[in-house]
């Protein structure tokens, strides 16, 4: 089974610096989609970033980016220019890219940044 | 917002009480997807479906049940509640079994 791992429960930031949040996975797979979701005080649970295993070129939406290491089965995410809304729980998820049945997502237990002014 | 629709924000219940939690995907979507969050489990997968059928299970209590209708909402009935079934249940949908799933603001579920 895959396990997904976030070694960080908590982290911080200063305003407009940059943080790094860490994510580890384990698959036998060799395609699947790894996620970057967002859980701010409200409970929404926001798609911030998308990685597919198959593409080698990191994936990047504005402030956002990841380092994907296939390799060593790595996931980060690269948060740029932080600012006070970006404070929330971060979720890294593993979904299959084709399976017998199941696209369900596998998530960490999650890393509550907190944004200092 | 994400398009997905969840009702009711807030349940609370007693023990060995019934709900049900309704979902409308987002227009378009067929697949729909229950996850629970609890502070001990944190997010875990209970059930997909897809298009009216049941796709996939996951770690879903027998006392638990779902169904996806034929206007594709779908609901998932909680029996038999107990005071651990206390979580936040989200509804996911996507368009097909391999796009990326949008989350709904969830059912905040207190069982006392």
């Known amino acids: 089974a895959q396990t997904v791992t976030q070694s960080q429960p908590e982290m911080s930031v200063q305003e407009a610096e940059t943080v790094t949040l860490s994510c580890t996975y384990d698959?036998?797979?060799?395609?699947?989609?790894l996620f970057w979701y967002k859980q701010p005080p409200s409970r929404q649970m926001i798609l911030v970033i998308r990685?597919?295993?198959?593409?080698?070129q990191n994936a990047t939406e504005n402030r956002f980016s990841v380092n994907f290491q296939k390799a060593a089965k790595s996931f980060s995410l690269k948060i740029s220019d932080s600012q006070l809304g970006d404070a929330a729980m971060y979720f890294c998820?593993?979904?299959?890219?084709?399976?017998?049945?199941?696209?369900?997502?596998?998530f960490g237990k999650g890393t509550k940044l907190s944004v200092i002014p | 917002d994400s398009g997905v629709t969840q009702t009711p924000k807030h349940l609370i219940t007693a023990t060995g009480q019934r709900v049900t939690l309704r979902c409308s995907p987002r227009?378009?979507?067929?697949?729909v997807y229950w996850y629970q969050q609890s502070l001990d489990q944190g997010l875990q997968f209970l059930i997909q479906?897809?298009?009216?059928?049941?796709?996939a299970k996951g770690n879903i209590l027998e006392r638990f049940s779902a169904q996806q209708f034929p206007d594709l909402h779908s609901e998932l009935n909680l029996s038999s509640l107990e005071l651990g079934d206390s979580a936040l249940y989200f509804c996911?949908?996507?368009?097909?079994?391999?796009?990326?799933?949008?989350f709904g603001p969830g059912t905040r579920l207190t069982v006392l």
């Open positions: 990685q597919e295993a198959y593409k080698q």
């Open positions: 227009s378009g979507d067929l697949s």
């Open positions: 698959t036998s797979e060799s395609d699947y989609y």
């Open positions: 998820a593993y979904r299959p890219y084709s399976g017998a049945g199941s696209y369900q997502l596998t």
């Open positions: 479906y897809y298009n009216g059928e049941e796709r």
């Open positions: 996911a949908s996507s368009g097909t079994l391999t796009d990326t799933q949008y």
